[in-house]
């Protein structure tokens, strides 16, 4: 079925690294992906998605490229900073029957920036 | 601040109990979609509610049970609880019933219930 993998945490970084997050899909059909940041102690929050093959997501400094040829979504920032310091979930949509739908997530990795 | 809220949020109950937890959708949106968080399964979906019907169903335990109201707020209803029950329980709600031909509608969630079931 429908899966996403993503690499495992913590990651680590010093302030002002360069961060890439990997994840990788496995999907039947043409989904939608996302990825989504939770903050120590708070829910999900939407960080960037990409409805199509080669669009490119982006928001706060942060960017994915939907490749479909890799089934990659990787998240990347050219500087971090303290205050990304959060767990990162990709995420894929899953249609189902009758239009209902679900998101599909993998398992999250722990970022932790270091001044 | 995403516009969802849910009460309460935490809850320590105790093993057997029943408990319910309340969503509110961001004003306007019409679904409803619980999941679960918890260390070892992870963020897992459980039901999708539409405009007051059930419109997506996945691992959710016969336990467990949801509905949503006319004034479009949802409660999920947890019983016979069981220790493998502690976790985070997210809401979140998206604007259109129908997910988009490519999936491609936002999920906004809220800040989640955490159950403790002691």
Not at chain 1, 59 to 73: C, H, L, P, Q, V
Not at chain 2, 84 to 106: M, N
Request: aromatic share 12%.
């Amino acid at each position: 079925g429908d899966s996403v993998t993503q690499m495992e945490g913590p990651v680590t970084l010093s302030e002002e690294a360069f961060l890439t997050i990997n994840c990788t899909y496995t999907a039947t059909g043409y989904p939608s992906l996302f990825w989504y940041v939770q903050y120590p102690g708070e829910g999900l929050q939407l960080l960037l998605k990409a409805t199509k093959a080669d669009d490119k997501g982006s928001n706060k400094g942060f960017e994915a490229t939907y490749r479909k040829e890799t089934t990659s979504f990787h998240l990347e920032k050219g500087s971090v900073q303290v205050s990304d310091s959060a767990v990162y979930f990709c995420a894929l949509s899953f249609l189902l029957d009758n239009q209902g739908g679900k998101l599909i997530f993998g398992q999250g990795t722990e970022l932790s920036v270091k001044p | 601040d995403s516009g969802v809220t849910q009460t309460p949020k935490h809850l320590i109950t105790a093993t057997g109990q029943r408990v319910t937890l309340r969503c509110s959708p961001r004003s306007g949106d019409l679904s409803v979609y619980w999941y679960q968080q918890s260390l070892d399964q992870g963020l897992q979906f459980l039901i999708q509610y539409y405009n007051g019907e059930e419109r997506a169903k996945g691992n959710i335990l016969e336990r467990f049970s949801a509905q949503q109201f006319p004034d479009l707020h949802s409660e999920l209803n947890l019983s016979s609880l069981e220790l493998g029950d502690s976790a985070l329980y997210f809401c979140a709600s998206s604007p259109r019933g129908g997910f988009g031909l490519a999936g491609e509608e936002t999920q906004y969630f809220g800040p989640g219930t955490r159950l403790l079931v002691l």
